[in-house]
Structures are given as C-alpha cells and as structure tokens.
C-alpha cells in the first residue's frame, strides 16, 4: 500500500484479484491498480488458439477491481473482436502481437447508442471497440495485426471487413507507441469522443481498400502527434458523419504516406469542422492531395490553419472544395441513390467554407492537373489565405487547356481530378471571395503553356510576391464566369 493505493501485480488470478478489489473497496477510501499478466488467465501465445475470452476476462476484471494494466506479453495471440472499458489500460510489450481472426463471426456486432453513417452504411464489427468508456488506453511497443491481407476480407464489402480499432463516444482516450497493422478495413475510427491524444502510433496498413490511417470522426479536443503512417487510403481524415462538428483538432509532426489523400478534411461533412491546426508534416508518394479541405454534406469548415508542410511525389499538393451533395447522415446511401424508400431525413443545407490559413508548403511532383480552390455558383469559398508556398509541377499542360470550359460538378463526390485538367497548371480559383497570396512561386519541371494562377469569379483578391516559373505561361490570368 502506498498513499492509499494498493497495486496487484504478478501472478495473481481472476478470483484473488476480485476479493483483493472488493475488500478494500469496501473501505470506501482506497482505489486499486491492478495489473493482469493475460497469460496468468489462460491466453495462450501459439498464434493458432482464439484467445478471445481469456483476453476479455482480463479486461473485465481488471476494470471490475477499478481500473488498471492488462499486460500483453511477448508471442502471438490471436483473438476475435474485444471490448475496452472504463479504466484500463491494454499494454503491448516489445515482441507482443495481437492477431485479428480471419473469421468475420469471431468479431460481435455493435449498433451504438451515437448513430452516424459509419454505423449504418461501413460496418459493425471491429477488433478492439470502446463505447462511452472513460481513462481507456492502448500503449506498448508491440504490433496489433489485423490481417487484412486474409482471403476471408478480400474484395469483400464493407459490413464483411472489421475495423482494427473503433472508440466511441469516448473521454479520456491514450493510445500511445503501439503499431497497427494491416487492418481489413479502416485502422482506427474515433467517433463523437472528447479528450483523446494519439502519439508515436506507427501505421503499416496497405494490404486492403478503405484503409484510412486515422478517422477523427465528430470528435472534440484531440490530439495525433509523432505518428508514422502508411495506408492504402487517407492517412489522416478529419470527418464529421453526425450532425456534431469535428473541433479543437491539433495534428503535428506526422510523416504521411498514402495511395489516397494525406491530410483530409471530409468527405463526409454532416457536423462540419472548426478550429482545426496541423503543423510540421512530411507527405511522400501519396496518390491524390496531399492537402484536401472538404465540404460537401452540410455543417461548416472554417477557422483551418495549415502549416510547415513538405511533400514529394504527391499528385496534388492543396484541394479546397465547398460543394453541394446533401448526403443524408442516417440513410442507406446506396438505396437513398436508387430512389428507394428511405428513414425521412432533411436535405442538408450547402455548407460555408471560409478562415483558411495555409503556409510555409513546399511541394515536389505535383501532377498536370493542378490544384482546384473552388465554391459553386452563389456560394464561395472565403477568406483563404495562401503564403510561403512553393509547388513545382510535372508540367505539360498544352493551349488547349487554357480556355477549357470547367465543369460544375456539385453535386459529386470531391477529389482533385474531379474537373479534369485545370486551365492553370499552379493554382484555379473559382467562385471564391477574399484570397490572399503572399510569397506564392508556381513552377513546372517542363514547358506548360498555362498560366500559373488563375482566378474565375474571385472577389476581393489581395495578391503580394507571385511569381511563376520560366517555363510556364502567364502568371496571372482574371477571369469572370458567364
């Protein structure tokens, strides 16, 4: 006993754990940190025999004595899906692994209290889930294992594939130093949860589709820091998949790889963003947008600040879309598209994007189609203010793009390409009010006969510093559209 705490730890077992929990607490003054060896309670390190319920028995008992370590030690221990509760801290040590089944029905299905459209149209079932569980944490320096690669999850859809981690309505969340591999589906979905700090995590996960890096989904007061990512799609996703923003989101110091998107805020936008800062990232040999700023389904992106930013091989260093698809939150989307009869839900109304900082970006590699800042028509884009910024492109780009007429496509799913090669091979403002550009240098590696910035339907343009490279067109080119 020290300072009125008393710590079990050693080869303690599941009943003398639980009389030690319920004596003193009896007293009424005492709380007791527990520590539980998983194979002190039967889990066996083979990587063949299901440890599902050993493991569980842990966690359980360890929060029924009020909280403490679950330790995984080295070996490999398969398991079906777990379930995280109030107080306990599940620890990976150096060498340990946890190996997700290959078999959908060791994985129990959740239908949370929170509703979003993850629940209804993604999947129910993942490897550890958390819902309304407080001071929870994931740590270690060992591997979590989804197989993803299993024939069983292979170009299966969505509610046939677990998540590798889903927490859920959440307070107080740690996950630190562990890495996550190889998840069937999205690595980690963190939905509706408050007070949440992901740091050093490492991500291995490109042996699937839909294998986002990190989901930060309607959460507040958050933070992902020191990670190392790669994943087949976005790496970091900020989302909002019910009607309750994403906000107070700090991400710093992150190396970022991806087949998808780096750095996105979107595609789903029910709840909108604000307040968001990402700082000091490395993006390399990431397919889309390195940068992506989404919304498109209602609620609001404002107050974004974006900075010290480097990428290489990226195809698209900054996509900025405000759009117009309504998706409803709660609806079989699928169905919703076929016109069949769904849960009556209001049309989202178009979403404000304005208050966006973005600085200090250097970017290498960028592909011929060139970065859309782009609002509909009667609704801009505002208050987005570009400084310290340097892209350089594959180049190119022939006459015929310059005086290409754009599509207005708003009602589509966002992605950089979705206007096709854009009349500047730099920068393409379109239906936008209030932009700055400070210390903007726009280059191409080879001849491309388009301007490097062009404006269509820009109000309130402040321009300082802009300068194109010499195998580019015109620097500048002010349009209005029809």
Not at 168 to 192: E, F, P
Not at 438 to 447: A, E, G, K, R, S
């Amino acid at each position: 006993m020290k300072n009125g705490n008393l710590t079990l730890r050693g080869r303690l077992g599941r009943r003398q754990i639980l009389a030690a929990a319920l004596a003193f607490g009896a007293l009424g003054t005492q709380a007791v940190a527990v520590e539980i060896v998983v194979t002190d309670v039967g889990a066996v390190s083979d990587g063949k025999t299901l440890n599902t319920k050993a493991l569980q028995s842990a966690i359980d008992t360890c929060t029924a004595a009020g909280g403490g370590r679950v330790l995984v030690p080295a070996g490999q221990f398969l398991t079906g899906g777990l379930v995280l509760k109030d107080h306990v801290t599940l620890d990976l040590e150096a060498g340990a692994v946890l190996l997700g089944s290959t078999r959908l029905e060791d994985y129990e299905q959740h239908t949370p209290k929170l509703r979003s459209y993850t629940d209804v149209n993604y999947v129910d079932r993942s490897l550890i889930y958390a819902e309304n569980a407080r001071n929870i944490a994931i740590t270690g320096r060992g591997v979590i294992d989804g197989q993803g690669d299993a024939e069983s999850f292979q170009n299966k859809p969505y509610k046939q594939r677990p998540y590798l981690m889903r927490i859920i309505g959440c307070q107080n969340v740690l996950v630190k130093n562990i890495t996550l591999k190889d998840s069937a589906m999205w690595v980690q979905h963190y939905l509706g949860c408050t007070d949440v700090l992901i740091d050093g995590v490492t991500v291995d996960s490109l042996v699937n589709a839909n294998n986002d890096g990190i989901d930060i989904d309607s959460c507040e007061r958050m933070r992902v820091a020191n990670c190392d990512i790669a994943s087949i799609d976005d790496s970091i996703v900020l989302k909002a998949t019910m009607p309750r923003p994403c906000k107070h989101i700090a991400v710093t110091n992150c190396n970022l790889m991806s087949r998808c998107n780096a750095l996105k805020c979107g595609t789903e936008s029910t709840g909108g963003f604000e307040d968001i800062a990402i700082t000091n990232c490395t993006i390399y040999d990431t397919r889309l947008s390195g940068i992506a700023l989404e919304a498109v389904d209602g609620g609001s992106l404002r107050r974004v600040l974006i900075s010290g930013i480097s990428m290489v091989n990226t195809s698209n260093p900054l996509f900025i879309r405000l759009g117009d698809r309504a998706r409803p939150y709660l609806a079989d989307y699928k169905a919703f598209k076929r016109g069949e009869v769904v849960p009556p839900q209001p049309r989202p109304p178009v979403a404000e994007l304005h208050d966006v900082v973005i600085r200090d970006v250097v970017a290498k590699g960028a592909n011929i189609f060139g970065c859309a800042i782009a609002g509909i028509p009667g609704h801009p884009v505002r208050e987005i203010h570009l400084s310290n910024i340097h892209i350089t492109t594959v180049g190119g780009g022939t006459k015929d793009l310059i005086d290409r007429d754009v599509p207005e496509p708003n009602a589509v799913y966002p992605e950089f390409n979705m206007f096709g090669r854009l009349p500047a091979y730099g920068l393409f403002f379109r239906h936008a009010e209030g932009i700055s550009l400070n210390n903007v240098l726009i280059d191409c590696d080879t001849p491309d006969a388009r301007p490097a910035v062009v404006m269509d339907d820009v109000r309130s343009a402040d321009i300082t510093a802009l300068r194109a490279g010499s195998k580019g067109g015109e620097r500048l080119v002010l349009r209005t559209s029809a």
